[in-house]
């Protein structure tokens, strides 16, 4: 057997490359507005400066480090420390996520992994893996961490589906304990990607006696650096170090994860260092933040997410392709990035549906903006003058809404922006129960292919859209299963093509996020290039 995976054994696979669903209203008939020209439009991709800090730069020797810190999270308020909840898995939910618990494995980068709560691990074929736990670690209610806790916690994720934790958990067939520390994973297919799955903070491992005894407070209970102390939803949530970790103490003593939903707040609460780090400084102030680099540090880096226009398909209106594709020649990519995000946005340049990440198909022509092709399709589609409803949530994106609104009024489309917190937004548009018609989000791909399965899968966490093709399910189920370079590349390829043909939604730009610290902060790392992981975040005093 193969001792810590990797990618294994070349598969013989046959994948259907079949054409897409027909829309739900009509077969479309591109004689209705011109058709796009194939070009050679890429996808810009944000790069950050070259006199950007090294946030994860080691502190120096014989520093002295600050007992407390005090953290403003993006524009994500932390609505449950749960990711057993639809509303458990914005960004910010995520940073707590990585504090409080640990997984098996853990992101080396570059396709490689680390052990964290496996010591070792083994697969022959990529869909029966067996790891060896390490026996020195306990939760933070005392319990010792067995291999029926890895046991539990599949368990417990499949029975949530539309959550994060049941999307990195769905694929376990059989989860069994062979040993008081070392379990067996057998998934239902092959998963090139499931050491992917187990890295990620969502896949944190849960403790069975603390969910048991108190629903509401035991998700919070994990084997981490940090434990929960206090929390107050959509404001804070309170985190102390867990001077018994396996992994030794962490720099930092306390740590409170806030949410300030005023953008001048925030900025006011930096400069005055009553707050040591924000995520979500406007894209107005950060260049003053930038330009003092006495008293502040500002990190720049570049998302694989992307912020989309998607479309509800359930929905008669909203799942007609000529409706789509009336919004998708109505709107400029272009004035709604600068609005929403001025220089800290980058508009989509391709047509096609995917995140900066591996596998992207770049040679799908973007739909252009052409109002007269807009009319025409609008008058083929099944809209008969009613008001669409435009759901989302977070400042940046809210913004966008309203340009998009102004944007399809040119073509006599009337839209009402419905702006919420992102909790609400996520459980307004499950994919079972999804209330609105169209929305503007965030698809949260990571660097690997895979999770895409995690926005186009039915029942997936970031299925926003309710997107169901039977045809896209089998590809990427299938696209597991392959472990050929070149093969996955043309694989999901395919993909994006099939998708461009009846697509479920838009993109519309990615962000160039930053963050902003006070002096002598350090240690943070963006993971898998989008989400923070603040386990070594510290601050050093003069």
Same mark, same amino acid.
């Given at each position: 057997?193969?001792?810590?995976?990797?990618?294994?054994?070349?598969?013989?696979?046959?994948?259907?490359?079949?054409?897409?669903?027909?829309?739900?209203?009509?077969?479309?008939?591109?004689?209705?507005?011109?058709?796009?020209?194939?070009?050679?439009?890429?996808?810009?991709?944000?790069?950050?400066?070259?006199?950007?800090?090294?946030?994860?730069?080691?502190?120096?020797?014989?520093?002295?480090?600050?007992?407390?810190?005090?953290?403003?999270?993006?524009?994500?308020?932390?609505?449950?420390?749960?990711?057993?909840?639809?509303?458990?898995?914005?960004?910010?939910?995520?940073?707590?996520?990585?504090?409080?618990?640990?997984?098996?494995?853990?992101?080396?980068?570059?396709?490689?992994?680390?052990?964290?709560?496996?010591?070792?691990?083994?697969?022959?074929?990529?869909?029966?893996?067996?790891?060896?736990?390490?026996?020195?670690?306990?939760?933070?209610?005392?319990?010792h961490?067995?291999?029926?806790?890895?046991?539990?916690?599949?368990?417990?994720?499949?029975?949530?589906?539309?959550?994060?934790?049941?999307?990195r958990?769905?694929?376990?067939?059989?989860?069994?304990?062979?040993?008081t520390?070392?379990?067996?994973?057998?998934?239902?297919?092959v998963?090139?990607?499931?050491? +992917?799955e187990? *890295?990620? %903070? @969502? !896949?944190?491992?849960?403790?069975?006696? /603390?969910?048991?005894?108190?629903?509401?407070?035991?998700?919070?209970?994990?084997?981490g650096?940090?434990?929960?102390?206090?929390?107050?939803?959509?404001?804070?949530?309170r985190?102390?170090?867990?001077?018994?970790?396996?992994?030794?103490p962490?720099?930092?003593?306390?740590?409170v994860l806030?949410?300030?939903?005023?953008?001048?707040?925030?900025?006011?609460?930096?400069?005055?260092?009553?707050?040591?780090?924000?995520?979500?400084?406007?894209?107005?102030?950060?260049?003053?933040?930038?330009?003092?680099?006495?008293?502040?540090?500002?990190?720049?880096w570049?998302?694989?997410?992307?912020?989309?226009?998607g479309?509800?398909?359930?929905?008669?209106?909203?799942?007609?392709?000529? +409706?789509?594709? *009336?919004? %998708? @020649? !109505?709107?400029?990519?272009?004035?709604? /990035?600068?609005v929403?995000?001025?220089?800290?946005?980058?508009?989509?340049?391709?047509?096609?549906?995917?995140?900066?990440?591996?596998?992207?198909?770049?040679?799908?022509?973007i739909i252009?903006?052409?109002?007269?092709?807009?009319?025409?399709?609008?008058?083929?589609?099944?809209?008969?003058?009613?008001?669409?409803?435009?759901?989302?949530?977070?400042?940046t994106?809210?913004?966008a809404?309203?340009?998009?609104?102004?944007?399809?009024?040119?073509?006599?489309?009337?839209?009402?922006?419905?702006?919420?917190?992102?909790?609400?937004?996520?459980?307004?548009v499950?994919?079972?129960?999804?209330?609105?018609?169209?929305?503007?989000?965030?698809?949260?791909?990571?660097?690997?292919?895979?999770?895409? *399965?995690?926005?186009?899968?039915?029942?997936?966490g970031?299925?926003?859209?309710?997107?169901?093709?039977?045809?896209?399910?089998?590809?990427?189920?299938?696209?597991?299963?392959?472990?050929?370079?070149?093969?996955?590349?043309?694989?999901?390829?395919?993909?994006?093509?099939?998708?461009?043909?009846?697509?479920?939604?838009?993109?519309?730009?990615?962000?160039?996020?930053?963050?902003a610290?006070?002096?002598?902060?350090?240690?943070?790392?963006?993971?898998?290039?989008?989400?923070?992981?603040?386990?070594?975040?510290?601050?050093?005093?003069?």
């Open positions: 057997m193969k001792k810590r995976t990797k990618r294994a054994l070349a598969l013989l696979i046959t994948s259907v490359m079949c054409l897409g669903l027909l829309a739900a209203c009509a077969p479309i008939d591109d004689t209705a507005a011109p058709a796009t020209t194939p070009g050679t439009n890429q996808a810009a991709t944000p790069t950050e400066p070259a006199t950007a800090p090294d946030p994860t730069a080691p502190p120096p020797e014989g520093a002295q480090f600050a007992d407390f810190l005090d953290i403003i999270v993006d524009n994500n308020p932390i609505a449950v420390v749960n990711p057993l909840s639809p509303a458990g898995s914005p960004s910010s939910t995520i940073w707590v996520y990585n504090l409080i618990y640990d997984r098996l494995v853990t992101f080396l980068g570059e396709g490689q992994y680390g052990p964290m709560l496996a010591q070792s691990w083994e697969t022959d074929d990529n869909q029966t893996f067996i790891f060896h736990l390490r026996e020195d670690v306990y939760f933070h209610n005392g319990d961490l067995t291999a029926e806790d890895v046991v539990f916690t599949a368990q417990i994720a499949q029975e949530h589906p539309g959550t994060i934790a049941f999307d958990w769905r694929d376990v067939e059989e989860a069994t304990a062979i040993g520390h070392t379990v067996q994973l057998v998934l239902s297919d998963n090139v990607d499931f050491m +992917f187990m *890295a990620a %903070a @969502s !896949a944190g491992i849960l403790n069975q006696r /603390a969910l048991s005894e108190n629903p509401e407070t035991g998700s919070w209970v994990g084997t650096p940090y434990t929960v102390t206090s929390f107050s939803t959509n404001d804070y949530v985190l102390e170090r867990n001077d018994d970790y396996w992994g030794g962490a720099i930092t003593r306390e740590l806030r949410f300030v939903p005023e953008v001048s707040t925030r900025f006011t609460m930096i400069q005055n260092e009553e707050s040591h780090v924000c995520f979500s400084i406007s894209f107005v102030d950060l260049p003053v933040l930038e330009a003092d680099t006495e008293n502040f540090v500002v990190y720049r570049s998302p694989v997410v992307m912020s989309y226009l479309f509800n398909q359930t929905d008669p209106l909203a799942s007609c392709l000529y +409706f789509r594709r *009336a919004v %998708a @020649s !109505a709107i400029d990519r272009e004035e709604i /990035a600068a929403a995000r001025g220089d800290f946005a980058v508009p989509e340049k391709s047509g096609t549906l995917w995140g900066l990440t591996e596998f992207r198909n770049d040679d799908i022509p252009p903006l052409d109002l007269d092709a807009a009319r025409a399709y609008l008058e083929r589609s099944v809209w008969n003058g009613e008001t669409v409803e435009l759901a989302t949530a977070i400042a994106n809210v913004v809404a309203e340009v998009v609104q102004s944007q399809l009024q040119r073509i006599g489309l009337n839209i009402e922006v419905n702006a919420m917190d992102p909790a609400g937004l996520a459980s307004y499950t994919f079972d129960n999804n209330q609105s018609q169209m929305i503007i989000w965030v698809g949260a791909f990571s660097p690997n292919a895979g999770s895409a *399965a995690q926005l186009f899968l039915p029942f997936a970031q299925n926003r859209v309710s997107y169901n093709n039977p045809v896209i399910t089998q590809m990427l189920e299938e696209a597991r299963g392959i472990s050929d370079l070149e093969a996955r590349r043309a694989h999901y390829f395919r993909i994006q093509e099939i998708m461009a043909e009846d697509p479920p939604g838009f993109n519309l730009f990615f962000l160039i996020n930053a963050a610290g006070v002096r002598g902060v350090a240690g943070i790392d963006f993971m898998f290039g989008d989400f923070a992981c603040m386990r070594n975040i510290h601050r050093v005093l003069d």
